[in-house]
């Protein structure tokens, strides 16, 4: 089950162009192409007439032509042409779906469109902030989507899974975490002082003289936008204080969108304010991110194959669980309460 009144990111923008993108998203699929103006356009993937997907055609102007039958639409998703025929049923019509363009990502509302409000778009300026740049990416997970976010929530598990990027020394894995919830958020992070400096990060700074403070600071909002603050200082130049100034410090960000019950869009990306026209740094950030969520992605892979198989038993909980338990309880609320109000569409049958 999805939540659907929200917005979820569909694509970087540089994905969407003058071609057609085909990307299912909660179950359903979806079709993503830019107009003549520049503006995306998101309709449902799939001609009316004999169901045929629409990806398989072609643009012609600002509509996108089925590749069966030659039957046109546009970008609110009227049929405009159908070869032969001048009466158009009103039935031909598609789905069209709020799609908005901010913060350098394509963000889609699979909801009831009167309910789209842009304000509830995350706020995530930085990824669009002249003092900013960034190095992103996208991995495709065979996973369901909560699993990433209960991996995020998790900061245990970075020194086990992440040993040649993110992790530090061995001692960092007993430090505990704080936790704390408004009801529209889940907050955990953690400090790590005095520590040796990850690989990841030192080379994202050119080396530490010494040991390193360190932080983990990570929100999560529902349905699935996590954000790290994460980054480390030279030991005991005041980072726990405020003061950054003798480290590096980041925004990871995590915008995770289902595809289908065991299959996830997952879009990433490091964002930072220092070295902002040093191409080298932003290597270590695109390729180090991209080998660290690939860790992450192998054990949530082999978790699923596991839940698929009926046969991993029951799961016993223990502390660090915490914050990833909390979260789905909201998640819980929140289907709970859209289900009740009635007032998501439902899917269209793909």
Not at 28 to 35: H, I, K, S, Y
Not at 220 to 240: F, I, K, M, N, Q
Not at 246 to 264: A, D, F, K, Q, V
Request: proline share 7%; with cysteine.
């Amino acid at each position: 089950m999805f939540i659907r009144n929200t917005w979820y990111a569909a694509a970087w923008p540089a994905e969407v162009g003058r071609s057609l993108l085909s990307r299912r998203i909660l179950d359903e699929p979806v079709l993503l192409w830019r107009t003549n103006s520049g503006q995306v356009v998101a309709v449902a993937d799939r001609c009316s007439h004999r169901r045929v997907p629409l990806s398989l055609g072609r643009l012609v102007g600002d509509t996108v032509e089925c590749g069966y039958h030659g039957l046109r639409f546009d970008p609110a998703g009227r049929c405009v042409h159908i070869p032969g025929q001048a009466d158009i049923p009103p039935e031909t019509c598609i789905r069209a779906y709020p799609v908005v363009e901010r913060w350098k990502t394509v963000w889609l509302w699979m909801g009831e469109p009167s309910r789209a409000d842009e304000s509830l778009i995350p706020d995530l300026w930085w990824l669009d902030d002249r003092g900013w740049t960034g190095a992103n990416g996208y991995v495709h997970l065979n996973a369901n989507y909560q699993l990433l976010v209960d991996n995020l929530l998790d900061l245990s598990h970075v020194s086990f899974v992440h040993r040649e990027t993110l992790a530090g020394p061995p001692e960092e894995a007993e430090i505990p975490v704080t936790i704390e919830s408004d009801g529209t958020m889940v907050r955990v992070g953690r400090w790590m002082l005095n520590l040796d400096p990850p690989p990841m990060f030192a080379a994202a700074r050119g080396g530490f003289p010494g040991k390193v403070d360190r932080w983990q600071l990570v929100t999560w909002r529902p349905p699935a936008t996590v954000v790290l603050d994460v980054g480390c200082a030279e030991a005991g130049s005041g980072a726990p204080e405020g003061n950054r100034s003798r480290g590096i410090s980041m925004w990871s960000n995590h915008l995770i969108t289902p595809e289908t019950e065991t299959s996830t869009h997952y879009f990433w990306c490091y964002a930072r304010n220092y070295a902002l026209d040093d191409g080298a740094v932003t290597s270590v950030l695109r390729d180090g991110g991209y080998k660290t969520f690939l860790e992450d992605a192998a054990m949530i892979e082999a978790q699923q194959r596991v839940l698929d198989s009926g046969r991993g038993g029951p799961a016993v909980d223990i502390r660090i669980d915490e914050a990833p338990l909390l979260a789905r309880r909201m998640l819980g609320e929140r289907l709970s309460a859209e289900r009740a109000e009635g007032t998501a569409p439902r899917r269209a049958r793909a």
